[in-house]
């Protein structure tokens, strides 16, 4: 009887293809369509928004499973569009991320500016760079992630 299992590494196996991370409005539930490279998303004051307010979302298509996502937000400065790299910094992760244990399927995040500390991204353009971990990865190890970067967009807030 001929066996039917796996071949290759799993290690080695890309669970997040570099085109599968982007941004749309959150009201979209439907089609999740990319916004456009800048598009300007105006949210609600630091601490008011609600579900049925219009905020930038992002969503991640993983192709398997992965044990941990990461999603950095990265300023972008100066008018440059440079994709992340060593010397970008980061000022957090959005609240709610990392997300961990996470299955093989789409994903939707909402962003209202808030991030993981509590604090709020200040009116500005950014870019998510979103790292999932491969299987069976060391975090600790740049080489066991996949990584993807969405397109920018711009932050502003009601006064």
Do not use: C
């Amino acid at each position: 009887m001929p066996y039917q299992g796996l071949t290759g590494s799993l290690r080695k196996a890309t669970v997040l293809v570099r085109d599968q991370a982007w941004i749309y409005p959150s009201d979209d539930k439907k089609n999740f369509t990319r916004s456009p490279d800048s598009f300007t998303y105006v949210v609600p004051k630091a601490g008011t928004s609600n579900k049925s307010d219009v905020v930038p979302a992002l969503r991640i298509n993983l192709a398997l499973g992965s044990p941990l996502v990461r999603v950095d937000i990265v300023p972008l400065s100066n008018g440059t569009f440079a994709t992340h790299n060593a010397t970008a910094k980061s000022i957090g992760e959005p609240f709610g991320l990392p997300s961990r244990l996470n299955e093989r399927k789409e994903s939707s995040f909402r962003w209202d500016g808030k991030l993981e500390s509590g604090s709020y991204a200040p009116a500005g353009r950014y870019r998510f760079v979103v790292r999932a971990l491969r299987l069976f990865g060391d975090a600790s190890k740049p080489e066991d992630w996949d990584e993807a970067t969405t397109q920018s967009l711009t932050l502003k807030y009601k006064s």
